[in-house]
């Protein structure tokens, strides 16, 4: 997951950009604030990992913010202002999006920052910290640990999710949101109200179903997860 953190010195801006974030997978809302002095301390106390920063604030401006943070999280700036482009480029924000912002336009940007953010994950990071689980399974008091290269998908079943690796099925006493807070976002997404998947599985899309290796099951796409889905794919469309 990354995490985020939005700055705005006014609220009715926040809603849109937390609401957006809520509605993306991949992605924490840590915290929202319209002080970006205060806004400061969160980005190293909560190891925010994205900040969605207004321009023009009262207390402190956004290039000064950025100027301040040093590099230590990535930006996306937001503002009814072109005029600041420019220098927002010039300080390596990872985009720069116009109000009123669109959800579309708000995608594109973050999957910039998604290969800006996992590319600062070293080989080492991903193999110490992204390459298994620990699972409460239906036996009660057993834990299990889960390779992720082995998961095939996860559905969700009530109350309990279904891992499925090597054509065998395992139950987890949890639920899909808390479950997908705990992959990582580069290896995995939610596609549907029910299912999770790896995205280096997927081998085609036919409708509204995805196709994965190994796995004879429906994988429907909901529409409430596609915008996410397309936008990852499209990367490695030619047209």
Avoid: W
């Amino acid at each position: 997951m990354i995490r985020c953190l939005v700055v705005d010195d006014e609220q009715h801006a926040i809603d849109i950009i937390a609401h957006y974030i809520g509605q993306t997978s991949y992605l924490e809302l840590v915290s929202s604030t319209t002080n970006p002095v205060a806004a400061l301390q969160t980005v190293i106390t909560e190891n925010i990992d994205l900040v969605f920063l207004d321009i023009q604030m009262p207390e402190l401006s956004g290039i000064d913010f950025i100027k301040a943070i040093n590099g230590t999280a990535k930006v996306i700036l937001t503002t009814a202002y072109s005029e600041f482009a420019i220098e927002g480029f010039e300080l390596d924000v990872v985009d720069y999006l116009l109000k009123p912002i669109r959800f579309a336009r708000f995608l594109t940007a973050v999957q910039k920052a998604v290969k800006d953010v996992t590319e600062k994950t070293t080989d080492a990071d991903v193999s110490a910290d992204e390459d298994y689980i620990f699972v409460k399974t239906e036996s009660k008091g057993k834990l299990l640990k889960i390779n992720l290269a082995d998961i095939e998908y996860i559905e969700g079943m009530k109350n309990y999710v279904a891992i499925y690796r090597g054509g065998q099925k395992t139950l987890v006493y949890t639920n899909l949101k808390d479950l997908v807070n705990h992959l990582p976002a580069r290896q995995f997404i939610r596609v549907h109200k029910s299912f999770i998947i790896p995205i280096n599985r997927i081998t085609g899309i036919e409708g509204n179903q995805i196709l994965l290796k190994n796995v004879t099951a429906e994988i429907l796409i909901g529409e409430n997860y596609k915008a996410d889905l397309m936008e990852i794919i499209k990367h490695k469309m030619i047209s």
